[in-house]
């Protein structure tokens, strides 16, 4: 690959960007999409637009490394080349450590933690923020409701966020236990973001051709 090859990715896998790339022996430019977007698919897909719309001249090939995100990638044509992995979100990629096309590795039931300071997703502030307008006796029932849909927190082991450290451990057991929740480690990484850059594209991939188009049913398997 030479730099006519760029990648699009999450900002909130940068760190993991630049370990694969640095784990492969790439140096590819990255263009970043602010993960803020993420909470509204269908911002995120303007801002993926704009970005394909400005890309470096001479980019003949996107290299995606974030996940379909709600649907964001749906229908968007492809002004080169653009491969992207067969996977619905972030937390996926990062928990595909084998070569089988699975687009969803997460469980049901299951809530998962990755980031480097584990305070950034405590789901219990998520939960006051979301519930600070309503009363307190409607708050303890959507709590409860909360400790039904969720039996497990999952702290996701990239050997990037040393989460087998106890202070770690600690900030996300109080999740756990505010959700009555058993806490898990899982087996996380750069795998997929690895054979992406070093052109490994095998089934896990979809690779469009300019003018082409993303289709749902070919990323979600």
């Not at 990239?158 to 236990?177: F, K, M, P, S, W």
């Not at 690895?194 to 979600?220: A, T, Y």
Request: glycine share 6%; proline share 4%.
């Amino acid at each position: 690959m030479c730099h006519s090859t760029v990648i699009l990715a999450c900002s909130s896998l940068m760190d993991y960007v630049n370990a694969a790339q640095e784990k492969v022996g790439t140096d590819l430019p990255v263009l970043y999409m602010n993960r803020v977007y993420h909470r509204d698919p269908k911002e995120m897909r303007r801002h993926i637009l704009a970005q394909l719309d400005a890309l470096p001249v001479g980019t003949d090939t996107v290299l995606v490394a974030m996940g379909f995100c709600g649907g964001s990638w749906a229908d968007i044509e492809a002004p080169c080349r653009i491969v992207m992995p067969k996977i619905d979100d972030c937390v996926s990629l990062l928990l595909q450590n084998g070569d089988t096309p699975v687009s969803d590795l997460k469980k049901p039931g299951h809530l998962y933690v990755r980031e480097k300071d584990p305070s950034r997703e405590s789901f219990h502030a998520i939960f006051d923020r979301l519930t600070q307008s309503i009363d307190a006796e409607t708050k303890a029932r959507y709590h409860e409701d909360w400790k039904r849909l969720y039996s497990n927190i999952d702290i996701m082991d990239t050997g990037l966020n040393r989460c087998r450290e106890a202070a770690y451990r600690t900030i996300v057991q109080e999740d756990a236990d505010w959700l009555d929740a058993e806490l898990s480690y899982v087996p996380a990484g750069t795998h997929l973001l690895e054979k992406l850059f070093s052109g490994q594209w095998d089934g896990q991939f979809l690779v469009v051709e300019k003018g082409g188009r993303i289709k749902k049913e070919q990323v979600l398997i």
